[in-house]
């Protein structure tokens, strides 16, 4: 088949041709959307948490486009241990505050331009965040200098001029398990703040990140344990990954062998990324007009050398030796299981816990593990203990 029409997308942050088995989630911010635009009401913030490639920076971005072209305030940012959170949320309003000005009536937008520039000056005080248009900072609010407090005043700001405007306000941050301990902390206070308004102003929060995120925001603040709609995003189940595999090819006429969509379904294992690898190597060796057993044995196997050699072993290069040994010994242990640290300890010959601390938290920080409760490890990438035991 002419591999120019494949349609099959892997690769990370790009949108599948069919978003199989998140309908949930797209029906429940459809909601989010309508009283936002009907009500001019707010819900609580959202967190995405799961592993690797399972889909999480393409549904923020799905949420994004179901906004971008109706008028709202949006801004999306990815954590990164190199930026401040409080400069990357300035440079993406940016963005959103000039896309907002050639939408909507200055005179509405003059406040809310006033205090970003008070907020933005706070965070780089060079002026070098402009909006485009010719606004003095308004002093007193979301200039105090505690990100916290003033994060709150501008989201507050944002969500009222919002209402006024009869839009919404969307925040993303992706990656957010990057986020240092204090900006958790200072995020779960603007967003605490928030949300304490008899009428909830329609500025909506969507983070997400690995697994270990929700411990993470607990731990900055106890509160945060109630303060957000946590939705795992996970593996798909079979029906969804079989969505995934059988309907980008039925509008090119293409059909799967039940033999061949069965194994297909197999060597995948519901991982959203490895689906999409998958269908893309089956079909660029497929002759057509259908997808047979032979092309899944032939193209699982390509898809399976193109995650080893990118996703698996670059990830395995950046450990250490002794590290390497504490991954073994996960794969062994657990498989694609959290292992507890005590058993690993012991299957590991050592004679303390805290002699594998070194090693568990440099994974931890390289993002190959998280721990998904106090004692356990598990990897961050689904298939990864496969890899791992194949190494030698």
Not at 18 to 29: I, M, S
Not at 145 to 163: H, Q
């Given at each position: 088949m002419d591999p120019v029409d494949n349609p099959f997308r892997p690769g990370a942050?790009?949108?599948?041709?069919?978003?199989?088995?998140?309908?949930?989630?797209?029906?429940?911010?459809m909601v989010i959307r309508r009283r936002a635009e009907e009500l001019g009401e707010g819900e609580r913030a959202w967190v995405l948490n799961g592993l690797l490639g399972v889909g999480k920076t393409v549904l923020l971005n799905e949420l994004m486009s179901q906004v971008s072209d109706r008028g709202w305030i949006t801004a999306k940012v990815e954590a990164t241990a190199r930026t401040p959170l409080a400069v990357a949320l300035a440079h993406a309003l940016v963005r959103g505050m000039r896309t907002a000005t050639g939408r909507h009536p200055e005179s509405t937008l003059r406040r809310v331009l006033g205090v970003f520039k008070a907020f933005s000056l706070r965070v780089d005080p060079t002026g070098a965040f402009t909006v485009g248009a010719a606004i003095e900072p308004i002093p007193g609010v979301a200039?105090?200098?505690?990100?916290?407090?003033?994060?709150?005043?501008?989201?507050?700001?944002?969500?009222?001029?919002?209402?006024?405007?009869?839009v919404g306000t969307l925040v993303l941050v992706d990656e957010l398990q990057e986020a240092t301990a204090e900006e958790l902390t200072?995020?779960?206070?603007?967003?605490?703040?928030?949300?304490?308004?008899?009428?909830p102003l329609p500025l909506t929060f969507v983070g997400a990140g690995l697994p270990s995120l929700p411990a993470q925001l607990a731990e900055a603040t106890s509160y945060a344990e109630r303060l957000y709609d946590y939705r795992p995003i996970g593996l798909l189940d079979e029906a969804a990954s079989r969505s995934a595999l059988t309907d980008p090819v039925r509008g090119h006429g293409v059909r799967w062998d039940d033999d061949a969509l069965s194994q297909a379904l197999t060597v995948a294992a519901g991982y959203p990324y490895f689906l999409q690898a998958v269908g893309k190597h089956m079909w660029d060796v497929s002759a057509g007009p259908d997808i047979t057993l032979e092309d899944v044995e032939v193209g699982g196997a390509a898809a399976r050398r193109e995650v080893d050699d990118g996703l698996y072993r670059s990830r395995w290069e950046r450990a250490t030796p002794a590290q390497r040994d504490l991954l073994r010994a996960m794969a062994e242990l657990a498989a694609d299981q959290p292992a507890s640290v005590s058993e690993l300890t012991t299957a590991m010959g050592k004679r303390r816990v805290s002699d594998l601390s070194v090693s568990r938290n440099e994974l931890l920080k390289k993002g190959l593990v998280y721990a998904p409760e106090r004692g356990l490890l598990a990897f961050t990438v689904p298939g990864m203990h496969t890899f791992v035991r194949e190494q030698h």
């Open positions: 942050g790009r949108r599948p041709p069919v978003l199989a088995g998140r309908e949930p989630v797209l029906q429940a911010f200039d105090s200098g505690r990100f916290g407090d003033d994060l709150a005043a501008l989201f507050e700001v944002l969500g009222e001029t919002s209402r006024e405007l009869g200072a995020l779960n206070t603007a967003i605490h703040q928030l949300g304490q308004h008899d009428a």
